[in-house]
Nanobody, 121 residues
Framework: QVQLVESGGGLVQPGGSLRLSCAAS????????MGWYRQAPGKQRELVAR???????TYADSVKGRFTISRDNAKNTVYLQMNSLKPEDTAVYYC???????????????WGQGTQVTVSS
């Protein structure tokens, strides 16, 4: 089994910062792409940022210059540093990882349970 455990959400004022973490654990052979998505009430889940195994990054236009995604391959962990937060960043943030387990030859897509980020004064 594989688990993704997120941490770091919470309530922050506009202009503030938060750092999300997501650690993958279990029967893991390799972790490929990792990323963060978010879903606000009444909206579809959307990509926030992704990072490849060698560090190639992709960002949604709405977060470019404010958010930074990074990963620690030794710890199978991905981070999202969120600066200059805005009320429109309020959402449940989900970690995602493409993982190959031991004894299988294909990747599976895994999701964390979600962590709430609320930006409000």
């Amino acid at each position: 089994q594989v688990q993704l455990v997120e941490s770091g959400g919470g309530l922050v004022q506009p202009g503030g910062s938060l750092r999300l973490s997501c650690a993958a654990s279990g029967s893991i052979y390799s972790v490929n792409d990792m990323g963060w998505y978010r879903q606000a009430p009444g909206k579809q889940r959307e990509l926030v940022a992704r990072v490849g195994r060698v560090g190639t990054t992709t960002y949604a236009d709405s977060v470019k210059g404010r958010f930074t995604i990074s990963r620690d391959n030794a710890k199978n962990t991905v981070y999202l540093q969120m600066n200059s937060l805005k009320p429109e960043d309020t959402a449940v943030y989900y970690c995602n990882a493409v993982i190959q387990r031991y004894y299988v030859t294909y990747d599976n897509n895994y999701w964390g349970q979600g962590t709430q980020v609320t930006v409000s004064s």
